[in-house]
Every structure is written in C-alpha cells, then in structure tokens.
C-alpha cells in the first residue's frame, strides 16, 4: 500500500500486505479490546430497570433512534423475569450509564443508534462482581485469560465506523470475548456472528448473554482469522483484536460494499477501515491510534 491516500481500487494482495502499511495518523488512544468473567445471578441483582431501555436517548433535546426493538424486547423479559431486588451499587444505575453514554458522545461519536444501544445494554453485567463499580467509567477491564472488555469509547467508535449512518443486516465480530460487544451489536444489525477462540470465554459470553435471550445473536466457538465462510458474505466484520495484517480469508467473507473495522499493528496499532469495492478490490483508510490484545490463530 503506497503513502498516496486514498489511490484506489487496490488488489487483494495490497490490503494484506503487512510491510506496506501507510504511515499511523496520531490521535486518541483507545485502550484494550476482547473479553471478561461474570456469574448468570448478576441479571437479578444489578439488571437495569426495563423502562430505561425502552426510552429512546435524548442528544440536545431531541430523540435519536433507539436500538433493535427485538433486543431491548429481550433486555426488558430479562429484567421482568429477575427476582426484583433492590440495587446495592449507585455506580451501575440507569443515570450512570446515561452519563457513560453522554461521555462518549462528548468524544465524537454521532451515530445516535450506536448511543442508545450503549443506553440499552447494561455494561456491568458482562464483569466480575467486584468490578462491576467501575463499569461505566471510560476504561477498559480485564475479564481474564489476558483479555479484556473494551473502554465504552472505542466499542462506540468501531461500529459507527462500520456502521457508516447505514443499515447492517449481517455482521460478524471476532473475539467474542466476555459479549459485552456482541450485545451492542445486536441492537444496531438485523444478524449477529460471533466467534471466540478461547474456550472459557466463550462459555462466558453465553452465560451472560443467556438471561437477555437476544434472538439476532450467534455464538461460534473457533479460530477467528477464518472466519465463518458458512455464514458469508457479511455487510459488517468487526475485529477485537489486533494482528500485523487483517487475515485475508476475512477480507474474502466481506460483501462488496461491506466495512471492515480492524486494529492494526505490534506495539503501535491503528483503527483500520478495509471497504469491499469489488470482486479483487478493497479500499483501505487509517483512522485514529489504538492498543488492543494480539489477534491470534487456532482455538485454547
């Protein structure tokens, strides 16, 4: 890939080729990205009381659009069918995710849909009891086995990105990790693929995305750089990891028109934003610095 912006259509072999990347365009850090560990009891105890995700988010004064109705349906029986118990922590109250929301939004996010599906999907249910304070600050938290969920920013900003203002209906994210990312993505795409490589965690995901019973989401246990070819061609692939390449068998599962929004890089990575333009074409763009966990191959 040349330094030239923007030259485009480019072959195949260009967009995965490692040693012609473009130089990083500097700016905010994102922090982590993949993963964490929770207990099913948590929905009865901390779930979000369900009126508040049936509202629709208000940005200056006007309503943006809410979130998949099938989703905050599902979100909504949870909470009904959960002993109702009175909440232990202020910190992981509806108007603290509310004030999450709003941070992100402060931090450049537009895309109203991607802001009420953070509204919706309540972020400390997918972590440890003991960290489940700190869930709606704008960091990343470990979820165990080297992985972490990813700060609410940089969730927001990857899907706005692949989402583009425009309709998904068939996504697929690698690196299911603890779910907290695959549940928002629920809210925004008609259909959800996700694949985790690391065993634990996959079962994680499921206990926690379990008690929500979100029709649209797939989990997939397997090795993420192949992807899921039975499921292909997607409009929307989403990375949660970083490698020194975006695998090519994903650029191939990639609908033509559809975005690929991946991290890219060693110790400095960058957002990447791979458009399938045709057959043998792809167009590439660098977007802001990032640092998540190491994209690797095969199943543990």
Request: hydrophobic share 45%; aromatic share 4%.
């Amino acid at each position: 890939m040349n330094d030239k912006p923007r030259t485009f259509p480019l072959p195949l072999s260009s967009v995965v080729d490692a040693g012609g990347k473009k130089p990083v365009v500097r700016g905010p850090v994102a922090t982590p990205q993949t993963a964490t560990q929770n207990a099913a009891q948590n929905a009865a105890q901390h779930a979000s009381r369900g009126g508040a995700a049936g509202q629709p988010l208000y940005q200056g004064g006007r309503a943006v659009a809410s979130p998949s109705k099938s989703h905050r349906e599902a979100l909504e029986r949870a909470v009904q069918a959960a002993a109702p118990a009175p909440r232990q922590n202020p910190l992981v109250s509806d108007a603290v995710r509310r004030a999450m929301v709003e941070r992100v939004a402060k931090q450049g996010v537009q895309d109203g849909v991607v802001l009420a599906a953070l509204d919706t999907v309540p972020r400390h249910l997918f972590m440890e009891e003991g960290l489940a304070a700190q869930a709606y600050i704008d960091a990343s938290l470990p979820i165990g086995h080297h992985q972490t969920i990813s700060q609410p920013y940089i969730v927001a900003r990857m899907i706005e990105v692949m989402r583009n203002g425009g309709e998904l209906k068939r996504v697929l994210e690698i690196g299911t990790g603890c779910g907290y990312q695959a549940a928002v993505l629920a809210c925004v795409a008609r259909e959800v693929w996700s694949i985790e490589r690391i065993k634990p965690l996959h079962e994680l995901a499921k206990a926690n995305l379990r008690p929500l019973r979100v029709p649209n989401l797939r989990l997939h246990y397997g090795d993420g750089m192949l992807g899921l070819p039975q499921a292909a061609p997607f409009d929307g692939i989403i990375l949660a990891a970083a490698g020194l390449e975006v695998p090519r068998a994903l650029l191939e599962q990639l609908a033509i028109g559809g975005r690929l929004v991946a991290p890219v890089g060693a110790r400095a990575q960058h957002l990447e934003l791979i458009t399938r333009t045709a057959k043998a074409e792809w167009v590439s763009t660098t977007l802001e610095d990032c640092h998540f966990v190491p994209l690797r191959p095969g199943t543990v």
